[in-house]
């Protein structure tokens, strides 16, 4: 999968990840979705909003993808869909 994005792409996602305790990945056709140890949640997708990244900032449980969007179960019952 990670053939799709262009070499400085993936090492940009690389620096940013490391040492962060990634617990759980997720995809669509186009972006990825990393849920890290500390409950926040990075994602390469560039159509999230301040808010919905604000939102994801701590408190996510589970991250869920289908082939067009990302969803996240935030630990108080809240979703954060983007």
Do not use: P
């Amino acid at each position: 999968v990670w053939h799709s994005f262009g070499a400085s792409q993936v090492s940009a996602i690389e620096e940013r990840l490391a040492g962060d305790g990634v617990q759980h990945i997720c995809a669509t056709g186009s972006a990825f979705a990393f849920l890290k140890l500390d409950g926040s949640v990075m994602t390469t997708w560039e159509c999230v909003t301040e808010s919905q990244l604000e939102q994801l900032k701590g408190g996510v449980k589970k991250i869920y993808a289908n082939l067009d969007a990302f969803v996240a179960l935030k630990t108080d019952g809240s979703v954060v869909a983007w």
